[in-house]
C-alpha cells in the first residue's frame, strides 16, 4: 500500500454492525467506507423485523454502543420502534447516508490476487430482475450482514393455503381480529408476537416441537428524573450500564459450567417460577406442556412478562403433537386432530449454517467460502478473518454470537481489533493480510476443546448454535470478557500471511 494512498474499505450491510464498522474507520484511519445495505434503510434486523411485540431481550443500556450512549430510553427493554430510531439517529449523527447505497444486494465478493482487491458484484433490489450485476472494486471488505438473515421456512408449510406470513417478513396489513390462526414455533418471535396475536385472533393454536425456557422480564419504565441524571451525569449512565453487563456476565457459568452447583439452583428456580406463573393462571394442565425437557441454556433463554400467560388463555392451545400434513386450510397433527386457520404465522426462525446468506465468497485460490462453510464448522481467526481470503473480515458470523450478554459488545471488540490490523497494515505499506493456517487451527482447537463441555453441546436439545455434525458453530465459547481480552491488541502480523505491492 503506498504511503500517499490509503486503502479502499468496503462494508456490506448496514445494521449495527455495519454502522460501528463505518464509525471506527472513519475516526481511527481516516477513511470513508462505502456501505451497502440490501434493503431501503439502515438498522438490520431492527429495520427489517416488524412483528407485533418485536423487542431485545438484552436491556437497552447494555444493548446500544459504547460510542454512542442513549440516555433517553424509555424501559429497561426498549421496543423494536425505539432501537430502530436509535439506528437511525446514530447514522445521522456520523453523516453515514451520504457514503451508502441503499436497496442494493451484493450478491458475490471475489478477491482477484493479481489486483490485490475484492471485486463485489451488486445488484440493485429496485431494477427489473433481469437487469446485469454491477461491480465495483475495494481493498477491504467488511462483511456485517449477520448470520440471522434469512427466514427459514418448511416445505411442509407452503402447501397451506390461507394467508402465510414469516415473522421476519411481517406483512403489517394482515387483519388478525376475529381470525382463526396458527404460530409454528417457540422460539424469540413466537414469545413476543403470541401475546399480541392472541388478544385480537378468534382462536390461537401454537405448534411447538419444544417448550422455550421463559423467564419474568421484569419490564419498568425510566422516569423523567432518571433520564435526567444519565443526560447530564453520564457517568451515572456509564456505571448502570456496566452493573447490568457484570450482572449479565456472571450468568455465564448456567452455560458454561450447566452441571455446576449454580446452574442446578438456576434450573430449580426456573422451574418453579415458571410453574407459578402458569397456576396462577388456573391452568395446570399446561405446567408439563410448558417446563421444557432439556438444560436452560441449550437454546435461548426467553425473557418475557406475557407469553406464559398468553398461551393459558382460553382462546389459546398448545399444540405440542407432530404435525404430519398441512393441506388447503387444515393442519393435521400425529394424534389424528384436524384444525382449520386462516392465517398461518411461521415463527420458524432463520437459516443460519453457512453465515453468509446469499451472499457468495471466492477467495485467493478460487475456494468458495460458502461451499467450506457448509455443514461443516466455519474456521476462522479469532472470530474475524480467515485463512486464504486476504483483507476480509466478517463481523458477527461464526463463533461471536451469545447466549447470555448483549452482541453489540462482540461487534465492537472485534471492529476495534480489526481497525487495529488495518492501521498496522498502512503502517508497514502492506496491501494486505490474512492469517496463517497454523494460526487459525491452533485458535479453531481452542474453540473446540472450550465448547465441547458447554450446554450448547451437551445441554439435550437441538438448537440453531449447531450444524448437522452436532457442532456449535454460532457461540463464542467464553464470557465477553475473555473475548474483549483475547481480541485487545492485534500486536503484530506473527499469525499472519502478508501481501506487499
Excluded at 420 to 446: E, S
Excluded at 462 to 481: A, E, I, K, M
Aim: with cysteine; net charge positive; glycine share 6%.
Amino acid at each position: 500500500m503506498s504511503n500517499n494512498r490509503k486503502p479502499t474499505i468496503a462494508i456490506i450491510g448496514g445494521g449495527f454492525s455495519g454502522i460501528y464498522s463505518a464509525i471506527r474507520i472513519q475516526k481511527e484511519l481516516g477513511i470513508e467506507p462505502h456501505i451497502f445495505e440490501g434493503s431501503e434503510d439502515f438498522g438490520g434486523t431492527w429495520h427489517l423485523n416488524t412483528y407485533p411485540g418485536c423487542g431485545c431481550d438484552v436491556p437497552s443500556h447494555l444493548y446500544s454502543l459504547s460510542t454512542d450512549l442513549n440516555p433517553n430510553w424509555s424501559k429497561l427493554y426498549s421496543p423494536r420502534e425505539e432501537i430502530y430510531q436509535y439506528t437511525k439517529d446514530i447514522v445521522d449523527k456520523y453523516k453515514l447516508h451520504k457514503n451508502a447505497t441503499l436497496n442494493c444486494e451484493v450478491v458475490k465478493a471475489t478477491w482477484l490476487d493479481t489486483d490485490r482487491k475484492w471485486k463485489l458484484d451488486y445488484r440493485d433490489r429496485q431494477a427489473p430482475a433481469d437487469q446485469e450485476l454491477q461491480s465495483v472494486f475495494y481493498d477491504v471488505a467488511f462483511v456485517a450482514i449477520g448470520s440471522i438473515r434469512v427466514p427459514k421456512i418448511p416445505e411442509e408449510f407452503k402447501n397451506f393455503k390461507g394467508t402465510v406470513v414469516h415473522t421476519a417478513k411481517w406483512d403489517s396489513t394482515i387483519d388478525f381480529t376475529g381470525k382463526r390462526v396458527a404460530v409454528i414455533g417457540s422460539g424469540a418471535s413466537a414469545v413476543q408476537a403470541i401475546p399480541e396475536l392472541s388478544k385480537v385472533a378468534t382462536k390461537l393454536h401454537n405448534y411447538q416441537r419444544s417448550a422455550i425456557w421463559c423467564k419474568i422480564r421484569g419490564q419498568y419504565a425510566y422516569s423523567s428524573f432518571v433520564k435526567f441524571l444519565f443526560r447530564w451525569f453520564p457517568f451515572l449512565m456509564k456505571l448502570y450500564r456496566l452493573k447490568i453487563y457484570l450482572m449479565a456476565e456472571s450468568s455465564y457459568v448456567i452455560f458454561g459450567y450447566f452441571k455446576s452447583i449454580l446452574a442446578l439452583a438456576f434450573k430449580k428456580s426456573l422451574t418453579k417460577e415458571m410453574t407459578k406463573r402458569v397456576l396462577k393462571c388456573g391452568r395446570p394442565d399446561l405446567v408439563e406442556k410448558l417446563i421444557p425437557n432439556y438444560v436452560p441454556g441449550c437454546k435461548r433463554i426467553a425473557v418475557s412478562d406475557d407469553y406464559l400467560e398468553a398461551l393459558c388463555r382460553d382462546n389459546v392451545v398448545v399444540e405440542k403433537n407432530k404435525i404430519i400434513n398441512v393441506n388447503g386450510r387444515s393442519i393435521t397433527t400425529e394424534d389424528g386432530n384436524k384444525e382449520e386457520f386462516d392465517i398461518l404465522v411461521l415463527a420458524t426462525g432463520y437459516d443460519v449454517q453457512g453465515f453468509l446468506g446469499n451472499l457468495t465468497v471466492q477467495g485467493k485460490h478460487k475456494q468458495s467460502l460458502n461451499d467450506m462453510w457448509h455443514n461443516s464448522f466455519p474456521e476462522m481467526y479469532k472470530t474475524t478473518c480467515i485463512n486464504g481470503f486476504p483483507n476480509l473480515f466478517i463481523i458477527l458470523g461464526p463463533s461471536s454470537i451469545l447466549g447470555h450478554n448483549s452482541v453489540l459488545s462482540m461487534t465492537e471488540t472485534q471492529v476495534n481489533y480489526i481497525v487495529q490490523g488495518i492501521k498496522l497494515m498502512m503502517k508497514k505499506n502492506l496491501v494486505a493480510f490474512d492469517p496463517t493456517k497454523k494460526a487459525q487451527d491452533k485458535f479453531v482447537a481452542g474453540l473446540h476443546a472450550d465448547l465441547e463441555n458447554t450446554v450448547w453441546k451437551k445441554g439435550g436439545c437441538n438448537s440453531w448454535y449447531l450444524n448437522t455434525d452436532g457442532d456449535v458453530t454460532s457461540n463464542w465459547s467464553s464470557t465477553v470478557t475473555r473475548f474483549i481480552v483475547t481480541l485487545r491488541k492485534f500486536k503484530n502480523f506473527d499469525d499472519f500471511n502478508i501481501y506487499k505491492e
